[in-house]
């Protein structure tokens, strides 16, 4: 067996196999769901590979934890089979995610796994989804917004070392106390619409990259952000903002501008949608 020492994903050999996956995560259908559940299988062999797969010493293994954790959040409202829109049985959900989850293990592990160890983790997965080469989720007709938005997140933890980056978020602050029932109102519309047109995934992923990018400590001290009342309400402002791009091509305008006019001064150069 190759000792391997991956430090960070980009340095992963199977790096293509990787991102495919974690691509998929937010697109995959319901109808994939009872297809997933079928073909996952469990037996002595896939067993052993799947604990080799996640066993400390594999490549990347908290990573690997982090995104059966992310999985688990994107399909809450599946395995939790309350909401009206979840169609699938909870149960069926639940054991669909394993073969997520094993598919996930064995791209991460593939450097330490032998050839038919990763081919019967990585096989239920497999026969819902041939293709190993999709890169990124795809984030709608007004993605380059979507993104345009997350990445400007992180400029705002560093407002204690930068006046503008400050002066930007007690902005956001004080946006966040304008039309809060309104917005709140277009934000369940919004939702709608992400359920109708199969987005709500994608919706729970937007928003947990933009959670991610919020939470982060200032880099250049390090300090430990505290998650107050004011951050819960600049995050939600913001993934707001994101989620109404997400599904703005579906949106009346007058909702869509109603939840991204508050952050305009964090994407300057963000154009109302057409
Ligand atoms: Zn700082």
Redesign the pocket.
Known sequence: MRRTTIRRLEEHPNLPEVLAVLAQLAQVADEDLPRLANAWTNDAFVAQARGKALSPDSPLVCEVLSAFEAVSALFEDDLRGEAAYVTVPPAVASLALKAVRDAIAAVYARPVLTRAEHAALVRPWRTVYPDKTACEPDLGPQGEQVKALLAALPRLT?R??DESDQALWDQLVDHSYVQESERREARESAFEVAVLTRRRRVWALVRRSGTEGLGRH?P??R?PRVHDRETERVLELCLDAACALLVGDALPIAVTELLTAPIAALVPEQRRPV
């Open positions: 560093t204690c070392h200032c250049l001290c300090t």
